[in-house]
Structures are given as structure tokens and as C-alpha cells.
């Protein structure tokens, strides 16, 4: 079924009784050329991409739980493309531009919404370290745009400028940058996965792997044995857990992030913006609820919830930067789990098993990635080669010396 | 201005009268009455606009969990949007204003919304708006995000305080019902230390709305005497207008005490509101239950609302929101509203869908009836009621009070991921999975009873304290069982409210099925149930039980709701507290601050701290005008800066030596008595971590020194590797950053200005280059000198105790007044090092190895320390690695910016050509021209190397050559005079 | 949280700065032959265990003592808390 408002409006004059489930609810097939673990976002995506542009479509994505509900339903919705380094900036980048198509392509509105993202500077250490960040994005052909406080001031006009504890020195924008419903990002690539001929299959959960002198040829599931050519996973928040079912382990350690929405407000931030003297960034949401967070609790955690220090520490910045919040109500917080990588960068990359593929450790960066994580995924799968844009993802990365630490801060994870 | 509607009882004070205005018009109301409470009682039921329908909407409850009755409070600064009617304390002289509306409150240009309905099902935006791909940004949305959103910000600054402050005690109870307060009064008595928080402004629970006794007394009235008990006694403390907002992990609660937002603004010196966590062993959640409504078409309108919240009007507030009034009801308790309204003298009519319906005496009951439809454009008129016969029937009425049950407001026991299940008696789910040291008491946990939430919170209290004693005697009370038949939305309604703020019909519902959003997750999500300021409190089961049905499951099948903190908004100023402007993050001055501020230094932030960025001079109109001058009286004569900020430890013990050589890369072992030596130190990674100077002030005694960004973050590494890595070395650690005071004193008179302050011989001689020294300033005030340079120049840092560090820089300005000594900030400082091409931040970027700034020799492979190891791998010892050099322009009036990057001279500029990039930047006063320092890939072979240096963010490309990074005295000569 | 330190009884997790595994106690030698390996795993690999966990929290805004605190990561429930010192001691870390 396609979409679109004359369907709409055929739709509500017939009283809404055409419209047929998104996606289908299939059981599982004994074999597949390719099985997703994962169905959130980026297995999602991954399956999507394989199914359009790599002609896979014996595919499988099997989830624990309700698709979507992991980390893709979880998160502060920015997507941008504001890298320094040449292993991240064109991946970024090439997700953006598929974000930029993403609608069009699915024929699903994720309502993406190219608002911009603010980045502001309070010190001329942070001005040099944005130019050579604006430089680079520029140079490997993504926009970027220096502003002035008074810039700044024009589209902000009520933060604060006047009484700040670390004035506002100007601030690094992309303008490209912005936000998408998070949630619509996981229904239509499983909508379209699901077109294409993917089954996805919910409430299947991965319990083993079969593998036979170091080839892998399937996973045990909570439904059943799944033979597969190839089993890849994406299971943000789950890595260590998952892998450890191969032996393997990972240079990863699982961490909370919370985040907050406000009540419902009226029209108060046209688009994303980042204190850079604290832990606070913030967005509204179409629905008119401020979409913020700031800085990991700092602990390991699987909890998906997390401690009143951090919601007191990413509050002040909020009040520090726009004081008029303080009469805006927080009306929810949550946590999402972190797999935060040792250098803050992803992997997406065979594993030392054959037909065993990973994709993660995308720390609190993986929304969005989603469009080229899936793409890359897709394209080292059905490849089996790296995509040009990911090739520096690789597990021996760290063994050799390679490491991608936009933030450099080294092999502590919760640092990133 | 009468309040027809008011009628007698309850627990307002008639003697005190408080005006107040809605939407401009002048209303009054008593003391004791919610802006609700009064509104109706004026006569006032509209109150609202529903978010997408912009549906006119009243009072739904009579509490925390209203979802309709939603205003801006307060004006200007003090505009509170989303302001629950139901809640806010009335006081005299309180103005509050609709809000979501285009055009009046009764005429709002945007009910056009609900026209439109059948278009704008659920999810309907996923849908469509795609075409032209431009117009989602451009049009749709700026209309949608017009139309959305509630109430508005003020765009003013907040002007209140907030304050947090930290409790401890034995048992904290949460809830002061009957439940709440019998657990408090156990509790108390047994001497333990209790706190009994309830976000009400009047504790009782819903004591204070009903009409029973408790033993001879009415419950409010026993509830009264019981909390003035309890407010004498020491060990207890009462927070009234307190909501415990969150449960978190090891007996931490978080609370919101409202000090200050039943007056018109905040008393002087009190805040608005104190966000609280409290510390406590073990946790009574008497939390009550929530009563939910029924479905049924046109089930929104201004005058319907759950009949417990019709009781709460009667009971409490002495108002009837209906002289005549319907209640729809599927269970007992519905019926207890209907008696007391008639005995308040409401004419009442009750429809019940049981067919064994209770009968009453007094009034009509339809059993086995069903409301169907409401009608009333603004407020309730008549309700279309389907009696068992099938045939209609229209009954007019002013309000309609709808009883699908109540549940357990197990809110706070799921916020450490607990799940509630299903209890099939009560036809609600009950608290599971509780955070540790939580138990339940009261309707909380399902006892629905007055005589069971009595005895459920003493017996929690007992056992939560693990009491010996007897219980106490528990008084008389009502103990009706709970008699419910399940129905949750009339059969063929389609606009019928599930979720009332977010408009979300069973319409809704069934399309969320039947385009396969079954699971709980899904249905949330895709049609918005329970995503309102409410967040779903008297919605989210309904939704639930009609989504079972439809998938034929049962509704644990579907699951269950899943609550977070907090459990109402919270204003993100309480979570800020007085962390804002100025007081966002603490100031620290270092030791010569005041004495700056006299010269009129200009400061800027390092981290935490203040430190002068230049000392501007009269005349001086730019800040490159004084940083030059600055920079050029310092290497002409001499000049002063505090470095108090630089991280500073004591390393002392026998193993101090072996300690050192352990966390930094290059060798102290030999490093003899009284010398200093530059030091770095590298992570595990191989990656530069830090680096500074350790000087050996005896044989088990070193200084070291770090950057000031990282003082905290090296001196905990040293413990790290002391305590983890190495436990028995003797060696013992203390950060002295603040115990120092500490000034740069550089230029070619440095020794001359000193030789008058400190007491020993410092010739050249007898003090050499990186030498260190205990020595005594001023005639015998212990003090510690070490030779060393960050500037180039002849220079020494001197150290005294941090409380003469005052004394310490007028001495010295007074000592080189004859040399015209000048003070200089971190801008000068800043140029000197780059001029001297020295590292900081800027290069040690925490991606830089040891090779890549030059140093890669300093890494010993003759012993093990942090990071050497690593260091070796090849990823970091790559042929054409970044490595540190210098960069001029070839047109001298270029400036050579940092941030920019570097490229081939007449190569293509993009990232695949890239070559380095400039890390620090500076006009050199004494070369004449911009300098800087970058990272070149293969750097070393490219000195002299004519390159193009661009920044496209701000717009630079210019020629440059490469050159050493070293621009001022290559040989260290000066260094050493 | 709240983490009960040995020496100075239960203490908010505020006070405290986290580092990660316990396990970066367990240092390899560096003089061993398969040295680089041994650091690879060490500074990079992770059993990350969805339940209980030995990590280290270094006591900043109190004593500066680094503890070893047994922790759930799933309920975040703190069974254990040991000087960091003792567990290296423990480990053979004495010279």
C-alpha cells in the first residue's frame, strides 16, 4: 500500500477500513541467505537496504522484544553530520544525505527536519577546536557555518547573554543538521523491509549460535533453530551480552544515558543547540515537548534508567544557557543503554567467525548513523567488503594503533 | 461574581475570601478551594483546549492526574504553562489564562481541528506531507509546530529561586490518606525518625472527600487531628505540598516541596520551590488509587469527569459541578458518589451496565444502561443514555460522573523497572517487583477499603521497622469489598476519549490494531496514549483493555505500563536549583585575583577558574595592543604571571623515583637533588596524556607539576597507578595546587627582581637552569623556587604558602617597579609559548603521540611506564605521521589562523588531500608577524616546504611555509643566561 | 547510589569518580612476549556482564582512596566495596 495524502483523504471519507498492517507477522523460515538479530533501527535499516539496493531479499530480522523499542525509540532524535575525523566525517555525512532522501525513499514520513544544530563556544580553545571540526566537515563536503554571538542571539534571543557563568563566544553550526521522529525511523524501514519481502519477526529471541568449525550457520532462538548463510548483528545496548554467546568479547562497555522531554510548549527552539560549557543540549519536538540530555551517569548499566546527580547536572545547564526554562516542566525521564566503543567511534565488520557479522558500539551516536550504518551493513554483507565510507570501523583497529577519538579521550569508554 | 454553585460543608474557610481571574474576568473563591474547585463553583466548567481537537475541555479529575483543566498560571516572568486547575492552591489575587487556543477560549479558531477529525486519525502525519520533499520544513511543519505544543513560555527570564536540600530518615511514607497516616502514627510512636510527604496542600487523602467516619469522628476531621499529632511530635516531619517524585536506586527519593506557589510570588529570602532527595532505610508507598473513566462517545465534554472527582467537589470543596447530575458507573463505588451528592441535595440518576446494579432508595438507577452520546457545545447539556431494553433515552444534566474502577497508583513502585500485574478482583494491576526497602500500603496496593488502608499502613509500618511491639488499635472504619464488573468503553464508540489531553480515541485504538501497533510499546507510540502532561495516569489501562479485546488477549498479554520518573512535572528550575548565571559553576580566584582586579586586569575562564587574559593600560584600545606590549616588556626586561593554577602535587617516599618513572615516559631515576626535568606523561593507549615538570626537591621528595585542564584527571591517574598498580611502593601522594601560590617571573631581569626577594644566592651559578630549590623570600617565609621557563626567557616560578600569595605579588611588582616589571596574562603567555614553540592543550589534544609532537625519543624502552607498550603499535608509528612544526605566512601581513588545514601548495583542497592542520595561532610582536603551530604529516622532511593554508569556515587561504616550530631562540640561550 | 566505603561508611556516588573494570588492576607485564597482546586486551576488552560487576570508583571529593565495588549492573544493587589497594595486593601486585 503506498502512502500519501490522497490516500488519506480516500481513507477517512471510507472510514479508515482500508488501511492494512504495516508490516506482516510472519513465522520464522527454517533458512535465510541473511538473518538480522536486531530489529531496531539499524537492523531495520540494514534489512531495507539489502532488500533495495543489494537485490538481498532472503532476509530475516528477529527481535526479542517489539521492534523498535530499543535505543532507536529512545533518543534525543538529532541527526548531523558535525565530525572531525576523516574515519567518521564522510560516514556521517552519507548518512545525512540518505536522511535527506530517507521520506521519499521509504514513503513513510519520519518528518525529518533539517532545523539546524548549534554547537556554542565559550572559550578560544573550544573557537580553535571548532574551526579545525567546521574545516574538516567542509572539506569532506559537508556544511558548516561559523556564527557570532550576536548570530546566535538573533535566532536565541532569550539565552541567557547577559549574567553567564561562561559567555557565549559564538558557536559552530550545521545548518543541515536536525531532528526526525525516531520512532517513524524504525516503522519505515520495517515497512519497507517488510515490502520488499524481509520477514521480521517479533518476540524471537537469539539464545545461541550454531557454530560449526568456525562458520557460523545459524542462530538458536526462543521459536527455534534459523539456519542462515550469513547472521548479523545490531543489537545497540546488547552487544557484550549477545557476542558473549560466540565467545566473543568486545571493546565495549554498556553505559546509561538519560534523557528528558518537557511538557508540551509552544514554539520556543527553532532547531538543535549544544552548550558547550556544560552537559545540556536540547530540541522541541513537533509536538512541542523540549527533547534534551546531556552527559552519561558514568556507571556500567543495563538498567535503562538512571540517577537524580546526572537529571541535576543536565537541568542546571539547561537554566544555566536559557533561564526562562525554569518554569518549563520536566515531564519524563528515561535511560537508554550505551555501547560505548573504546575510542567513541563504531564497528561495523566481520567478525574472526565466518558468516558472523557485527555492527555496533555506537555509543550515544547510533540514531544518526541509522541510514548509513544500515547501508554500510548492508553493502559488507552483500559484499562481503566494507563500505569506502566505513572501511576504518574494523575490530583490529585498536590491536593496531587506529583508533577514530573525535573526543580523545582514549580507552575509557564512559570519557566519549 | 456570585458562586452559584457553591453549596454547604466541606473543608474551605468561608471566612477568607480570595479573588482571583480567569481570562480576565474577576471570580472568587475561599481559602482551601484548587482554582478548579472555585472555577466551578462559579458557574465556570470550560477550562481548556484538548491538544489536537482543541476540543473544549473542564476538569476531568480533582488532582495530580487531571488531563483536561490544564492553564497558564501567573503572568509575565512568572508564566506557568500546563498549570494543573486541579491543584493550584487558589489564592487571593491569582490571575491565570486559557491556553491552546487561536481566538477565545470559547471560540477557538482551531476547534476547526476537530472538524477534520476523521483525517487526522493516528498517525496520520506518517502518512503523508511528503510531497514536494521541500514542504515538510517550510510549510507543514511551522503550521503543525503552531498548532501544537500546550501552554507558552514567557521568553523571560525565571525570576524565583530554587533550593535543594538533602533529608535522612528511618521511613519515609508517601501519601497521607488513611493508609499514609496510620503507618506514619506506628511509626512514629515507635520513636523512629519518619517523614510523611503528600503532594496535597491538605493531608488526608481522600479522607478529606469522603463522607464516612472513622469511629465517631468524620474521616477529615480525624485525619486533621491525627496530622496535628504527628506535626508535635520531634522524630516526625510532615511535608505537606510535597511530591515524591521519583524512586531511585539505594533508598534515594526525590522530592518537590512547593514552598512558595500558593502565594502570589515567593516571601523575601524564600524560595519558590525545594527539590529534596531524601535518604531513607525503608519506604511506605500510600499513594491511594486513581479512578478512571469510561468510554463513550463525546465522553470529553466540559461537566464529565470521573465520579470520584464529583465527590472531591461536593465533599471537599462545597461545590456541586451539576445541580442536576448523572453518574455512569460500573462498579460500587460509583454508586457512593451518587448517595452523597443526593444527600448534598443534587438531583443524581445513575446508570450502571450491571444488570444486578445496586437499587437506591432516593434516586433513579437504570441497570443494565449505557451513556452513548453527550451533547452540549461548550459544557455538558444531556446525556443519550441506552437502557437494557435497547430504547433511548435523553437525560439533561450539567455534569456526568463516569466509575470504571480505580487503580492502584503503582507509579513510583515501577520506576526501578518493576511491572505491576494483573489482579483479576479489583480488574486493575497491583505493585510487583518493588525497589528495594518499598512496600505498599493502602489502595496503593489494592485495599480498597477505608478499614484496609488503616490497617494495611500500620501493619506496613511494623513490618517496614520491624516493630516488637503491639499493633496499635485500629479505629472503626467502612469496609466495603470491591464489587466491579470490567467495562471500559461502550460497544460502537468510535469518538470516544481514551486519552482526553492527547485526543485519543478507541477509534484510534482500533486503527493503532489494525494496522498491527498491538503491543503496548506500539500503541504508546503510534497514536500517543498516555504522552500528555498527565502521561496516560487515568488513560493508560483503558487504552490497554481495549487494545486486549480487540487482539483477543488478555490485558497482561498486551502488558503493562511501564511508569518514569518523575510522577507530575516537575519545573526543570527546581532540578537547577541556584546553579545559574553566575552561580552555574563555582568561581575559583587564584592568589593574586584581588590584586589583579586593582590593576584592571581583564579575566576570562580557564575550567573553574579566573585568571587575568591581560592587564589593559590607559590608551591601550584593543586587547592585541596590550597583549604585544605585554609580551614585549617581558622579553625585554622581565615580567610576572600566576601560574597558581598549573596542577601541583607532592610526590614523597623512599620510591618516589621508581613511582615517577613509572608514570611518566621519560626517566627520573638519575634525576639528581635539586634539578627539575621536563616530563611526559602518556595514557596506556601510548597517547599523550599530560605533561609538566617534576622537580626533585630531596632524594624521596618531588613537585610535579601538571596542565591546569588537567589537575584533576592526572592526580587521580597517580592514585590510580599508586593504588592499583603498584600498592606497595612507598610512595605517598597530595594535590598542593591550592597550597601553592605560584608566579612565572621570566625576562632577562628575572633574576635581578628575585635576587631582592628571596634570601638565597640565585646567580646562574648557583641556581642553573632547571634548578630547584626549598628557599625562604622576604627574610625567612618558607618558599620554593625552581628555574625553569614556559616563556623562554631567564625565568623562575616561585611557590609560598597560598595565603601570602598576595603578599608574594606586590612584593614582587614593588621589587621590579625599577625594572618595569609587567604583569602579563594568558594571552602573553600564550604567544611567548608558542613563540618557543612549547605544547599545551591545543596539541595535547588527547589524540597527539609522543612522536607526533616531537618527543617520540623521550619514550624510554630501558624501563616500563604507563603507555610504552602501546606506543609501539604501528597505527601510531606510521612513515608519514603528523608531526609538530611551525608555520609563518610568506606574505607577513597574512595571518595564519588555527583551525585552519593545511594543504599541498598547488595541490586540490579537500579532506582526501589534507595534510595537517594549525593547533595554535598567535601575532608574534617580535617577529612581526602571525606564527603558529600545526601538525604536518611527515613534518620533519618538509621544513621550509611552502604550503597552502585554508580555512573555509572563515574564509582563509593563504601561502605559508613550514619552519621550525621553535621561532624564538632555537638554542635556548636565553633560557640559560 | 550510595557506596559504602570502607573506612568512611555510606557515602552519595556523587562524591565519587568512576573509571571502569575492575580488571584494570590485572596489568600485564611488559617485559612477557606477548606483551602487545596482552595490553590490547587489557586496555581494550571488555566482559561487560549484564549482572554483577567489579568496577572502580576513585573517592575524588572525599578520601582519594580507588575502591573495588561489586556491582549489578542491571539493579545497580552494590554487594561488595573493598580498597582498591587491597585487591591489587590481593592480585600479587606487591613488589
Known amino acids: ?416 | 461574581m456570585t458562586q452559584k454553585n457553591r453549596i454547604t460543608g466541606g473543608q474551605i474557610d468561608r471566612n477568607t475570601t480570595c479573588k482571583f481571574t480567569f481570562d480576565g474576568r474577576t471570580y472568587a473563591g475561599h481559602a482551601g478551594d484548587t482554582l478548579a474547585s472555585a472555577l466551578l463553583a462559579n458557574g465556570v466548567r470550560l477550562m481548556g483546549r484538548s491538544f489536537k481537537y482543541h476540543r473544549p475541555r473542564g476538569p476531568m479529575t480533582a488532582g495530580s492526574d487531571e488531563p483536561n483543566a490544564l492553564v497558564h498560571l501567573r503572568s509575565g516572568a512568572r508564566t506557568e504553562p500546563n498549570t494543573r486547575a486541579t491543584t493550584t492552591e487558589l489564592f487571593d489575587g491569582l490571575t491565570a489564562t486559557s491556553q491552546n487556543r487561536l481566538g477565545s477560549l470559547s471560540f477557538d479558531l482551531l476547534a476547526v481541528n476537530d472538524r477534520l477529525s476523521t483525517f487526522l486519525t493516528a498517525g496520520f502525519y506518517y502518512k503523508t506531507f511528503m510531497w514536494p520533499a521541500a514542504f515538510w520544513e517550510k510549510v507543514y511543519e511551522p503550521i503543525i509546530r503552531r498548532a501544537a505544543g500546550l501552554g507558552a513560555l514567557s521568553f523571560e527570564d525565571d525570576p524565583d529561586v530554587y533550593d535543594k536540600g538533602f533529608l535522612h530518615c528511618d521511613l519515609l511514607i508517601i501519601g497521607a490518606g488513611p493508609a499514609g497516616l496510620m503507618a506514619a502514627l506506628t511509626a512514629a510512636r515507635s520513636g523512629a525518625e519518619v517523614i510523611l510527604a503528600d503532594e496535597d496542600f491538605r493531608m488526608g487523602g481522600r479522607l478529606n472527600s469522603e463522607t464516612y467516619a472513622i469511629d465517631d469522628a468524620a474521616g477529615a476531621d480525624w485525619a486533621a487531628a491525627l496530622v496535628s499529632e504527628l506535626a508535635n511530635m520531634p522524630n516526625v516531619r510532615l511535608l505537606p505540598r510535597t511530591t515524591v517524585i521519583g524512586a531511585f536506586d539505594h533508598g534515594i527519593y526525590g522530592a518537590l516541596e512547593r514552598v512558595s506557589d500558593h502565594v502570589a510570588t515567593p516571601d523575601a529570602g524564600k524560595p519558590r520551590q525545594i527539590l529534596w532527595r531524601i535518604y531513607t532505610q525503608k519506604t511506605i508507598l500510600a499513594a491511594g488509587a486513581i479512578e478512571r473513566p469510561i468510554a463513550f462517545n463525546n465522553n470529553d465534554r466540559p461537566g464529565i469527569m470521573t465520579a470520584s472527582a464529583l465527590r472531591s467537589y461536593a465533599n471537599r470543596f462545597g461545590v456541586a459541578v451539576g445541580q442536576r447530575t448523572a453518574i455512569f458507573t460500573n462498579n460500587d463505588d460509583g454508586h457512593r458518589t451518587a448517595a452523597d451528592l443526593h444527600a448534598k441535595g443534587v438531583k443524581v440518576i445513575v446508570i450502571d451496565p450491571r444488570a444486578d446494579a445496586p437499587r437506591a432508595r432516593d434516586y433513579e438507577v437504570l441497570a443494565g444502561a449505557q451513556v452513548v452520546d453527550t451533547m452540549g457545545r461548550l459544557g455538558l447539556t444531556f446525556a443519550k443514555v441506552c437502557l437494557a431494553d435497547g430504547t433511548e433515552r435523553i437525560i439533561e444534566c450539567g455534569a456526568l460522573g463516569t466509575s470504571g474502577g480505580w487503580n492502584p497508583n503503582v507509579h513510583l513502585t515501577c520506576h526501578q523497572r518493576g511491572r505491576p500485574s494483573w489482579n483479576e478482583t479489583l480488574a486493575a494491576f497491583v505493585p510487583d517487583g518493588l525497589p528495594a526497602g518499598m512496600t505498599v500500603a493502602g489502595a496503593a496496593k489494592g485495599d480498597m477499603s477505608t478499614a484496609g488502608a488503616l490497617a494495611g499502613g500500620a501493619q506496613a509500618a511494623h513490618s517496614a521497622l520491624d516493630l516488637k511491639g503491639r499493633m496499635l488499635a485500629m479505629p472503626k472504619a467502612e469496609d466495603a469489598p470491591v464489587n466491579i464488573t470490567p467495562f471500559w468503553y461502550v460497544e460502537g464508540a468510535s469518538r470516544a476519549w481514551v486519552d482526553q489531553q492527547n485526543d485519543v480515541t478507541v477509534k484510534d485504538v482500533k486503527l493503532s490494531h489494525q494496522e498491527g501497533f498491538r503491543s503496548v510499546e506500539h500503541l504508546k507510540r503510534y497514536t500517543t496514549l498516555g504522552m500528555g502532561t498527565d502521561q496516560g495516569k487515568t488513560a493508560n489501562i483503558g487504552g490497554l483493555a481495549i487494545m486486549a479485546e480487540l487482539a483477543g488477549k488478555t490485558i497482561p498479554e498486551v502488558g503493562t505500563t511501564m511508569f518514569r520518573p518523575p510522577y507530575t512535572p516537575v519545573a526543570i528550575g527546581a532540578f537547577g536549583g541556584r546553579h545559574r548565571g553566575q552561580d552555574f559553576h563555582p568561581k575559583r580566584l587564584t592568589p593574586s585575583h584581588k590584586w589583579a582586579e586593582e590593576q584592571g586586569a581583564v579575566f576570562v575562564e580557564v575550567g573553574n577558574w579566573m585568571r587575568a587574559q591581560w592587564f589593559p593600560r590607559e590608551g591601550e584600545t584593543t586587547w592585541r595592543e596590550s597583549v604585544d606590549r605585554e609580551v614585549l616588556a617581558t622579553r625585554n626586561s622581565v615580567g610576572v604571571c600566576d601560574v597558581t593554577t598549573l596542577g601541583k602535587a607532592d610526590v614523597q617516599g623512599a620510591d618516589a623515583a621508581a613511582f615517577l618513572n613509572l608514570i611518566y615516559c621519560n626517566g627520573f631515576a638519575k634525576l639528581p637533588v635539586g634539578k627539575a626535568r621536563y616530563g611526559l606523561m602518556l595514557r596506556e593507549d601510548g597517547i599523550a596524556m599530560d605533561d609538566g615538570t617534576a622537580a626533585r626537591m630531596a632524594h624521596d621528595h618531588f613537585v610535579v607539576t601538571t596542565t591546569t585542564a588537567n589537575a584533576l584527571s592526572v592526580y587521580r591517574h597517580m592514585e590510580f597507578v599508586r593504588q592499583c598498580l603498584v600498592p606497595d611502593l612507598d610512595v605517598q601522594l597530595i594535590s598542593t595546587t591550592e597550597s601553592w601560590a605560584q608566579y612565572a617571573v621570566a625576562g632577562p631581569n628575572a633574576r635581578r627582581v628575585l635576587e631582592k626577594i628571596v634570601d638565597q644566592d640565585i646567580s646562574n651559578a648557583a641556581f642553573p637552569f632547571m634548578a630547584c630549590a626549598n628557599i625562604t623570600v622576604c627574610g625567612g617565609l618558607r618558599a620554593r623556587l625552581f628555574r625553569i621557563s614556559f616563556s623562554g626567557e631567564l625565568a623562575f616560578e616561585i611557590a609560598v604558602p597560598t595565603a601570602y600569595g598576595d603578599a608574594l605579588i606586590r612584593r614582587i611588582m614593588a621589587a621590579g617597579a625599577e625594572f618595569d616589571i609587567t604583569p602579563y596574562g594568558t594571552e602573553a603567555l600564550g604567544v611567548m609559548r608558542i613563540e618557543k614553540g612549547h605544547a599545551t592543550g591545543n596539541e595535547l589534544n588527547g589524540t597527539t603521540t609522543a612522536a607526533n609532537l616531537g618527543m617520540g625519543r623521550m619514550v624510554s624502552d630501558k624501563k616500563d611506564s604507563i603507555g610504552s607498550v602501546l606506543s609501539r603499535r604501528e597505527g601510531l608509528n606510521r612513515a608519514d605521521d603528523l608531526r609538530a612544526v611551525g608555520v609563518k605566512p610568506v606574505d607577513p601581513t597574512q595571518p595564519v589562523p588555527a583551525g585552519a588545514h593545511l594543504m599541498i601548495s598547488d595541490g586540490p583542497v579537500n579532506a582526501a588531500h589534507d595534510q595537517g592542520y594549525v593547533t595554535s595561532a598567535c601575532y608574534s610582536p617580535n617577529l612581526g608577524h602571525h606564527i603558529a603551530l600545526a601538525f604536518l604529516k611527515n613534518g620533519d622532511d618538509r621544513i621550509g616546504e611552502t604550503m597552502r593554508l585554508v580555512s573555509p569556515l572563515t574564509d582563509v587561504d593563504v601561502q605559508v611555509e613550514i619552519c621550525s616550530a621553535h621561532f624564538i631562540d632555537p638554542k635556548g640561550e636565553r633560557l640559560r643566561a | 547510589m550510595i557506596i559504602d566505603h570502607p573506612l568512611l561508611g555510606p557515602r552519595d556516588s556523587a562524591e565519587f569518580t568512576y573509571m571502569g573494570d575492575a580488571r584494570l588492576i590485572e596489568r600485564p607485564s611488559p617485559d612477557s612476549p606477548d606483551a602487545a597482546a596482552a595490553f590490547y586486551d587489557y586496555a581494550y576488552l571488555r566482559d561487560n556482564p549484564a549482572g554483577w560487576h567489579r568496577e572502580l570508583w576513585f573517592h575524588e571529593a572525599g578520601d582519594r582512596s580507588w575502591l573495588v565495588v561489586t556491582r549489578n549492573t542491571v539493579t545497580h544493587e552494590i554487594s561488595k566495596v573493598e580498597f582498591a589497594s587491597d585487591v591489587a595486593r590481593a592480585k600479587g601486585r606487591s613488589k
Request: glycine share 14%; proline share 4%; charged share 20%.
Open chain 1, 1 to 416: 500500500m503506498r502512502y500519501s495524502g490522497l490516500r488519506v483523504i480516500k481513507e477517512a471519507l471510507s472510514g479508515h477500513k482500508g488501511w492494512t498492517p504495516a508490516w506482516r507477522e510472519p513465522d520464522p523460515a527454517a533458512h535465510y541467505d541473511i538473518v538480522i538479530i536486531g530489529g531496531g533501527g539499524h537492523g531495520l535499516a540494514t534489512a531495507h537496504y539489502l532488500a533495495q539496493e543489494f537485490g538481498q531479499a532472503r532476509v530475516a530480522v528477529i527481535e526479542k522484544g517489539w521492534i523498535g523499542g530499543g535505543n532507536v525509540g529512545r533518543n534525543t532524535t538529532i541527526i548531523r553530520s558535525n565530525y572531525l575525523l576523516d574515519g567518521n566525517e564522510p560516514f556521517y555525512e552519507m548518512s545525512l544525505k540518505l536522511w535527506e532522501g530517507l521520506e521519499q525513499d521509504l514513503n513513510y514520513n519520519a518528518m525529518v527536519s533539517q532545523r539546524g544544530i548549534l554547537n556554542l563556544i565559550h572559550s578560544d580553545g573550544q573557537r580553535d577546536a571548532f574551526i579545525r571540526r567546521g574545516n574538516a566537515m567542509i572539506l569532506n563536503g559537508a556544511d558548516a557555518d561559523l556564527l557570532s554571538t550576536a548570530d546566535i542571539k538573533k535566532r536565541y534571543p532569550f539565552l541567557n547573554t547577559h549574567d553567564a557563568r561562561f559567555p557565549i563566544k559564538g558557536g559552530l553550526a550545521q545548518h543541515r543538521g536536525g531532528t526526525v521522529r525516531h520512532d517513524a525511523v524504525a516503522w519505515g524501514y520495517a515497512r519497507s523491509a517488510d515490502k520488499h519481502g524481509v520477514d521480521i519477526i517479533q518476540n524471537c529471541e537469539v539464545t545461541g549460535f550454531r557454530i560449526e568449525d568456525g562458520v557460523c550457520k545459524g542462530v538458536e532462538t526462543s521459536r527455534g533453530f534459523i539456519g542462515a548463510g550469513k547472521v548479523a548483528c545490531a543489537v545497540a545496548g546488547n552487544s557484550s551480552r549477545l557476542m558473549s554467546l560466540a565467545n566473543m568479547r568486545l571493546p565495549i562497555e554498556s553505559h546509561v544515558l538519560q534523557a528528558f522531554v518537557s511538557e508540551g510548549l509552544k514554539p520556543v527552539l527553532p532547531g538543535v543547540i549544544t552548550f558547550g560549557a556544560g552537559h545540556f543540549y536540547c530540541s522541541q519536538s513537533d509536538k512541542g515537548g523540549l527533547v534534551f540530555g546531556g552527559d552519561l551517569d558514568g556507571y556500567n548499566s543495563y538498567a535503562q534508567r538512571g540517577n537524580l546527580p546526572t537529571v541535576e547536572d543536565v537541568c542546571e545547564g539547561a537554566v544555566a544557557i536559557f533561564p526562562m526554562l525554569g518554569r518549563a516542566r520536566l515531564l519524563r525521564m528515561w535511560g537508554g543503554i550505551m555501547d560505548m566503543s573504546m575510542d567513541g567511534s563504531p564497528i561495523i565488520d566481520k567478525t574472526h567467525i565466518d558468516g558472523l557479522y557485527f555492527n555496533g558500539g555506537w555509543c550515544y551516536g547510533g540514531f544518526k548513523a541509522t541510514p548509513a550504518s544500515g547501508f554500510a551493513f548492508a553493502h559488507l554483507l552483500a559484499k562481503d567488503a566494507p563500505h569506502p565510507t566505513a572501511a576504518a570501523y574494523r575490530f583490529d583497529r585498536f590491536e593496531k594503533g587506529l583508533m577514530i577519538d573525535e573526543k580523545g579521550m582514549g580507552n575509557q569508554p564512559n570519557l566519549h
